[in-house]
């Protein structure tokens, strides 16, 4: 963990209390920030050098254990879902995560200041919902230019032999100025698992993906770089991810958000979920071994070619 910096007055880690008085730190580099909440290991802010949210958090978020919080980056883990035995996406976003000063080291040298590294374990009343012992490593570092950065690292601690099996996700609440002027690219003729059709198979078609109603589809083996235009704002999200083979997209409309009690009935216009993350095949851990799944994002000002998006551009570069 890095600390204050004597040559400017950016600290560029800052531990202090958040809304209910929850451990909260503060992430700053030139001129974005972010935010982490140590319950649920949970990113609920990322901010540009213009000070503008980049997240969507729901005004309706209850920051109060053991509510999930609504929006940002909730940690799905061990299961994302409701396909197995635990509670829908896991017991990650609840937990309190703890700051860990000294991890094991990552094989490249992070020259960035402005990350903090969080460490989950379970406790014995855990065991007895998930009979498995792991340390669940979560890095998360916003880079000189603005990106955010969330590497987790899940190690199998189990002394008696066991392997264990996991599904994963990083539940990312992109802010959008208006869900009908989003497009996705990177997803066209991939294949899905429709969670509004039984998890049934299709295949997307050519076309970049718009919004016209509600969207929970998990795409499978998809390419590893995401786009998230938003027409409106001339901004597009670029998402990256190594180690994470699928991709949910959701987006609930506005049957499905007044059902939710902690999301406002008009707030699905303004947000999209788009979640890198391990769920058609699941990771199966032996003693001793680790997984690594990482998620980069950036905003970037999106280009226009006559009067039209060039998503391509944002893909093909590096
Ligand atoms: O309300 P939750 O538990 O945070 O889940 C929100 C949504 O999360 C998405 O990832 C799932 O695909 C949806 O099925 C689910 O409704």
New binding site residues.
């Given amino acids: 963990m890095s600390t204050a910096t004597t040559t400017s007055d950016r600290v560029p880690v800052e531990f202090c209390k958040g809304i209910n008085g929850l451990d909260k730190v503060i992430l700053r580099e030139v001129r974005s920030s972010a935010e982490v909440y140590l319950y649920g290991g949970h990113v609920t802010s990322w901010k540009n050098d213009h000070g503008e949210e980049l997240l969507f958090v729901s005004s309706k978020a209850q920051f109060k254990p053991p509510k999930?919080i609504r929006g940002g980056i909730?940690i799905c883990f061990p299961q994302f879902?409701g396909q197995g035995n635990l509670e829908?996406?896991g017991f990650a976003r609840n937990k309190i995560w703890s700051v860990e000063t000294d991890p094991p080291p990552f094989p490249t040298v992070n020259s960035n200041k402005a990350f903090v590294d969080l460490i989950l374990k379970p406790s014995e009343d855990d065991m007895k919902t998930w009979p498995h012992s792991y340390e669940f490593r979560l890095r998360i570092t916003l880079g000189p230019g603005g990106d955010l950065m969330l590497t987790s690292r899940i190690r199998n601690t189990n002394a008696d032999g066991k392997p264990f099996t996991f599904t994963f996700?990083y539940?990312t609440y992109f802010s959008v100025s208006d869900i009908s002027e989003v497009r996705v690219e990177g997803l066209e003729t991939i294949d899905y698992l429709d969670?509004l059709q039984n998890r049934e198979r299709f295949t997307e078609q050519g076309d970049a993906i718009t919004f016209e109603g509600e969207v929970?589809k998990v795409y499978v083996s998809t390419p590893t770089k995401i786009a998230i235009l938003d027409h409106e704002k001339k901004r597009t999200f670029v998402l990256r991810k190594d180690g994470l083979p699928d991709a949910?997209v959701?987006n609930?409309w506005d049957k499905k958000a007044k059902a939710?009690a902690d999301f406002g009935d008009d707030e699905y216009k303004h947000m999209l979920?788009v979640?890198a993350a391990v769920v058609e095949k699941p990771i199966t851990l032996k003693p001793g071994e680790e997984w690594k799944g990482r998620q980069e994002l950036s905003a970037v000002p999106s280009s226009y070619c006559s009067g039209q998006l060039d998503p391509q551009r944002v893909l093909q570069s590096s």
């Fill in positions: 999930a909730p879902g829908q996406h996700a539940h969670n929970d949910v959701w609930p939710m979920c979640e």
